[in-house]
């Protein structure tokens, strides 16, 4: 089955600590994964897709095949980082529709 | 005009009434987007439009049916709705099947039915 497993309902930190909100994927052959962040009362917004490998908001995500993980990590949090994030992973890569299956989501809350 | 624009924001029904959501972009985006996001849990596909076709329908009940009448419009026509029903309906684009962009969403409109 092709699915996102986020282990964590809610991540609590201090400003300034590092984060990391775990996301594991199953699926067969090479995933198409993503991203997306929802603050409060905003549109969901991409925030980074595997493909691309940069930076944003000084957040990264590396594929790790083996691990079947992507986890997304930051080492300083802010507190604007508050926010919803979702792991998504394209389940149609070869027909160009990107059928995106989500996660359940990890709330992260981080404390001054 | 970068954004994905849904409207109402905001639509209470009751179970017998006929009602539609809409959905409007002009980024010349040839691939619509409906999703269902219930409260606490994840977005989940409902329908994809690619070329104001349906493409994938995601064994969603008949009581929604989406419509595509022009490149830049993606309505979801709402009929004889259940409590469950109840969601954040959320729209979004992406440029065609070819390219390699990722969707951009909507804000949604939050239905619930009476």
């Known amino acids: ?112 | 005009d970068t954004e994905v624009t849904q409207t109402p924001k905001h639509l209470v029904m009751g179970m017998t009434n006929k009602k539609s959501l809409k959905c409007e972009q002009h980024m010349g985006h040839r691939a619509m987007y409906w999703y269902k996001q219930k409260a606490k849990k994840p977005p989940e596909l409902m329908f994809v439009y690619s070329y104001e076709k349906l493409s994938i329908n995601e064994s969603v009940p008949s009581r929604f049916s989406p419509e595509c009448p022009n490149s830049s419009l993606l309505n979801l026509h709402l009929h004889a709705l259940q409590p469950e029903d109840s969601a954040l309906y959320l729209c979004a684009s992406r440029p065609d099947r070819v390219s390699n962009q990722p969707q951009h969403f909507g804000d949604g409109t939050r239905l619930s039915i009476l």
Not at chain 1, 25 to 36: K, M, Q, R, T, V
Not at chain 1, 57 to 79: R, V, Y
Request: some cysteine; hydrophobic content about 35%; glycine content about 6%.
């Open chain 1, 1 to 112: 089955a092709q699915r996102v497993t986020q282990p964590e309902k809610l991540l609590s930190v201090f400003k300034g600590a590092p984060v990391e909100l775990k996301c594991n994927y199953s699926y067969s052959g090479s995933p198409e994964l993503f991203w997306y962040v929802q603050y409060s009362r905003q549109r969901l917004q991409l925030l980074l897709r595997h493909i691309s490998r940069e930076s944003i908001k000084g957040f990264t995500a590396d594929l790790n095949k083996g691990e079947t993980s992507f986890h997304l990590k930051k080492p300083f949090a802010q507190e604007e980082d508050s926010a919803m994030y979702y792991c998504a992973l394209n389940t149609e890569k070869n027909t160009g529709f990107q059928k995106l299956v989500f996660g359940t989501g990890t709330r992260l809350l981080v404390s001054p």
